[in-house]
Nanobody, 128 residues
């Protein structure tokens, strides 16, 4: 059974940076697409970034494009999300998710419904 554990959230000032990590275990990740989503209070879950576990094209949501980078940490079996130039509107709970849909590996998937396993989330608060 797939298990995802996020870490790295916290309070950061506007303009600052954070690196989130998603430790992954319990599945055949070679077949999977990994993604980060976020959810602010009262809002729908929003796609942030995604990539195939084995590497390949990365995909970013419009709100973070140019300010974020998703990558693999092979040693730690984790997926990382680097967030830069943070804004107050980046505040929310950040979730790691997994999709086994082959089309997500090839074309990328940005809908939460395409992902079947989720971590518990890590809170990111951007405030002065």
């Amino acid at each position: 059974q797939v298990q995802l554990v996020e870490s790295g959230g916290g309070l950061v000032q506007p303009g600052g940076s954070l690196r989130l990590a998603c430790a992954a275990s319990g599945g055949n990740f070679a077949r999977y697409t990994m993604a980060w989503f976020r959810q602010a209070p009262g809002k729908e879950r929003e796609f942030v970034a995604g990539m195939p576990w084995l590497g390949g094209p990365t995909d970013y949501g419009d709100s973070v494009k140019g300010r974020s980078e998703i990558s693999r940490d092979h040693a730690e079996n984790a997926v990382l999300l680097q967030l830069n130039s943070l804004k107050p509107e980046d505040t929310g709970v950040y979730y790691c998710a997994v999709s086994s849909d082959y089309n997500c590996q090839r074309y990328g998937c940005q809908a939460a419904s395409d992902y079947y396993s989720w971590g518990q989330g890590t809170q990111v608060t951007v405030s002065s």
